[in-house]
């Protein structure tokens, strides 16, 4: 449908440089993203992997390099004082234009990484993004919006918990604790942290957000299908169970009086796939992460055990309803055993749905370059968790070679990098051509 609104608009608009309206004929150049992905790897490359932690040295040398990247391009470059990178091609029609959009649509990414991390997570939606903008440049397109790419700081809460600093700052503000975490960090890293803790940024201006990443489940991968469009980010629920038992010594208390706090807390543990499997939605899941034991000799009867509980889903009530089940099986496991168990509250990272329309758009952009897709919820955070919440947002997901990610072994090959890459660029151009406005729908 959007295309043919392109199409439409092509034949009533006075030609322009390209007189093609529509994104058909333009090709992003696969050669060039590839060999930007290959330059940028080698930043912050040490024998293990990629290291270019938030504000460490590799990372503003990292942030430096895309900066001259965009500028070599001719695409005016800036940096602001929390790190985030901004390359922004104009739309070229004035505001007294009627065909003239209202709000930027920005691509975002992050290029910080792990220690010892991979080459594309993070980086493919950036350097994608920067490819996207010089095919538009060389192509002399016509576009009614402005369309900006971003390499967001601290992404990765790496080395500075918690990651997303540089969209949340902008967009939500942080809390004066964080912010006297971070600003001594960016001080030192030459930043001047201008704007505070925030926000600085109205989500009003901006009309769309945009994010292309590799997808970190080899869910694609095992498919075999070329392009993930995703439904939203799964909202985060985790509590704590503390089992209190008696220690006492393992050689010597027979076994029917024995209060073994492990044997309760493993009981809960094996419980969680069967309550994902009963009452989860089918891509719900549960994981209990850490596991502290006490006093945790070998010799002796765990008195007391603390283990987490974590439950993703796209919905909050399905992911909700499984914390629930699993609280109450905590207690009934507790009582039977004869342990006592305290039950932390449950702490809610909430997710963020994308945008249905934008959904729509990038499926159709996929098919039409005769690329398989498949709708998929997000299992990881990323940028467009903090713009999905404000802004009508879009993600596209490409494979990543048996879903490895956060590792020097990550790989998506360069036919991949370049499919991502087209696709984002043709849900940007045919977004830049829509009049109507896009809804911002809420995850249930
Ligand atoms: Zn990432």
Not at 178 to 198: H, I, N, Q, R
Not at 326 to 337: D, E, G, T, Y
Not at 355 to 378: K, T
Not at 396 to 417: A, N, Y
Request: with cysteine.
């Amino acid at each position: 449908m959007a295309r043919e609104t392109g199409r439409r608009q092509g034949r009533d608009t006075p030609p322009c440089p390209n007189p093609q309206a529509g994104s058909d004929g333009m090709r992003i150049n696969a050669d060039r993203l590839w060999r930007d992905l290959t330059e940028l790897s080698h930043i912050g490359r040490g024998e293990k992997g990629i290291s270019r932690l938030a504000f460490s040295p590799a990372d503003m040398e990292g942030r430096r390099w895309l900066m001259g990247k965009f500028e070599e391009a001719g695409i005016p470059a800036r940096i602001d004082g929390y790190g985030n990178v901004f390359g922004r091609l104009e739309g070229k029609r004035p505001k007294e234009d009627p065909r003239h959009q209202g709000g930027l649509i920005l691509v975002g990414s992050h290029i910080d990484t792990v220690p010892e991390g991979g080459m594309f997570d993070g980086a493919l939606g950036v350097l994608a993004g920067l490819e996207c903008l010089r095919t538009l440049r060389e192509s002399g397109m016509d576009l009614p919006c402005a369309v900006e790419v971003a390499a967001f700081a601290n992404e990765e809460g790496a080395r500075l918990s918690p990651g997303t600093f540089g969209s949340r700052v902008l967009l939500e503000g942080v809390s004066q604790s964080e912010w006297s975490k971070v600003y001594p960090v960016l001080e030192e890293a030459g930043l001047d942290g201008g704007g505070g803790p925030g926000p600085t940024l109205n989500p009003e201006t901006i009309r769309a957000y945009l994010e292309l990443h590799i997808e970190q489940g080899g869910i694609l991968d095992r498919s075999g299908e070329d392009i993930g469009v995703v439904e939203g980010i799964v909202c985060i629920q985790l509590f704590h169970a503390i089992f209190e038992g008696e220690a006492n010594h393992a050689g010597t208390t027979p076994m029917d009086i024995r209060k073994d706090a492990l044997q309760g807390a493993a009981e809960l543990v094996l419980s969680v796939p069967s309550t994902v499997r009963e009452l989860g939605s089918g891509r719900t899941v549960g994981t209990c992460g850490r596991v502290e034991v006490s006093p945790g000799g070998r010799n002796i009867i765990p008195g007391r055990v603390e283990v987490s509980v974590e439950v993703r889903d796209l919905s909050e009530e399905v992911a909700g309803k499984v914390v629930e089940s699993l609280r109450k099986k905590a207690l009934a496991i507790a009582s039977a055993r004869g342990l006592k168990v305290e039950l932390t509250p449950v702490s809610v990272t909430p997710g963020a749905a994308m945008c249905p329309e934008i959904q729509d758009i990038i499926e159709a952009e996929a098919r039409a370059l005769g690329l398989s897709v498949r709708r998929m919820p997000s299992g990881a955070g990323h940028d467009a968790m903090t713009f999905g919440r404000k802004v009508p947002s879009g993600m596209i997901f490409v494979p990543s070679r048996g879903g490895i990610s956060h590792s020097p072994l990550e790989w998506t090959s360069k036919e991949q990098c370049a499919a991502g890459a087209q696709v984002l660029l043709r849900t940007l151009v045919a977004l830049a051509s829509r009049r109507d406005s896009l809804s911002l729908p809420r995850l249930s």
